[in-house]
């Protein structure tokens, strides 16, 4: 089965970036779409942006648009997220997921690593 594994997080300020990766197993990219979600204390894991395995749309939630940016390099099997003007809100841990379809529903992803935590702070 698929195998995901997250790094890049930590602390920054607020305006500040980070990048976070999802490493994949080889040939996973190929054939599933890959997205990330957060979820911070007390709140229910949201999709942040995902990317499909066919011709590469991405999707954002409205709260991140303009300032993430989601790509992958099938020839390393990772996928990344750069985050930019990053703000207190952002803070929470961030999984990366796989599944069939793509979009922002938690639900639609089977697979799921085992999160980084980026913070934020003002």
């Known amino acids: 089965q698929g195998k995901l594994v997250e790094s890049g997080g930590g602390l920054v300020q607020e305006g500040g970036s980070l990048r976070l990766s999802c490493a994949a197993s080889?040939?996973?990219?190929?054939?599933?779409?890959i997205g990330w979600f957060r979820q911070a204390p007390g709140k229910n894991r949201e999709g942040v942006s995902s990317?499909?395995?066919?011709?590469?749309?991405?999707y954002y939630a409205d709260s991140v648009k303009g300032r993430f940016t989601i790509s992958r390099d099938n020839d390393k099997n990772t996928v990344y997220l750069q985050m930019n003007k990053l703000k207190p809100d952002d803070t929470a841990v961030y999984y990366c997921?796989?599944?069939?379809?793509?979009?922002?529903?938690?639900?639609?992803?089977?697979?799921w690593g085992q999160g980084t935590q980026v913070t934020v702070s003002s």
């Open positions: 080889p040939g996973t990219l190929d054939y599933y779409a």
């Open positions: 990317i499909s395995a066919s011709d590469d749309s991405t």
């Open positions: 997921a796989m599944g069939w379809y793509p979009g922002l529903r938690p639900i639609d992803y089977d697979f």
